[in-house]
């Protein structure tokens, strides 16, 4: 199993561009999230699905969307990029709705510029 | 606003001796809580949790205690190694239909010296 695994894992973005963040996991779980880190912060949740079809906000969506049209992709869109949105992202998936199941991947490093 | 916090960015002890890393938590509907590890260039990995029911979590060199009156948590590693060196988060779940929506605290940077 390769688990959660995330493309790129680091990108360069310029302001008002957009890029979709990828997310896969081999794992067949339910639940999948997404976070951001900015430095010297916790993660903050973006959004989370509870299965194919079915996403919701989290705590700061805004400039974001999410799709999940299979039960292994959640892609994270990033439209017209702004500065604040450099961070580093984090993707998550889990069996169960609990956090002792999380598994997270190894991140994609953002800059806008 | 936040709801889970790590007052201590960073904590430096000597290999062999007790590492002890401090939450506190402002949102009762708060009733689990977990800590997570991790290392740079790596997603964060669970470590240890506790419901809001006990006071105390013992996995090996890791215990959690919580004391829900003073809503404060603490990891205690006993004894520390080198390879206990990283980040650690705090987070909490709220009951009932969380979805396993993980409010996390800024982290505390542990460094294990030989």
């Known amino acids: 199993n390769a688990g959660v695994t995330q493309t790129p894992k680091f990108h360069i973005l310029k302001i008002g561009q957009s890029m979709t963040l990828q997310c896969t996991q081999d794992?067949?779980?339910?639940?999948m999230y997404w976070y951001r880190q900015d430095p010297g912060m916790g993660l903050k949740l973006i959004y989370y699905?509870?299965?194919?079809?079915?996403?919701d906000k989290g705590e700061v969506p805004n400039g974001y969307n999410v799709s999940r049209s299979t039960t292994e992709d959640f892609p994270l869109r990033l439209e017209l990029a702004a500065p604040s949105q450099t961070s580093v992202y984090f993707c998550?998936?889990?069996?169960?709705?609990?956090?002792?199941?999380?598994?997270f991947g190894p991140g994609t490093r953002l800059l806008v510029l | 606003d936040q709801q889970v916090k790590q007052n201590s960015p960073s904590l430096s002890v000597q290999e062999g001796r007790i590492s002890i890393l401090n939450c506190d938590y402002t949102?009762?509907?708060?009733?689990?809580f977990l800590w997570y590890k991790k290392y740079p260039a790596e997603g964060p990995t669970f470590l240890i949790s506790i419901s809001s029911i006990k006071d105390k979590n013992e996995d090996g060199r890791f215990t959690v205690f919580l004391n829900k009156s003073a809503k404060h948590l603490s990891l205690h590693i006993v004894p520390s190694q080198p390879g206990d060196s990283a980040v650690y988060f705090c987070a909490a779940l709220a009951g009932g239909t969380s979805y396993g929506k993980l409010t996390f605290g800024q982290g505390t940077i542990l460094t294990v010296h030989p």
């Open positions: 998550a998936s889990s069996y169960l709705s609990g956090g002792e199941t999380q598994y």
């Open positions: 794992m067949n779980h339910n639940y």
């Open positions: 949102n009762s509907m708060f009733d689990y």
């Open positions: 699905s509870v299965g194919a079809g079915i996403t």
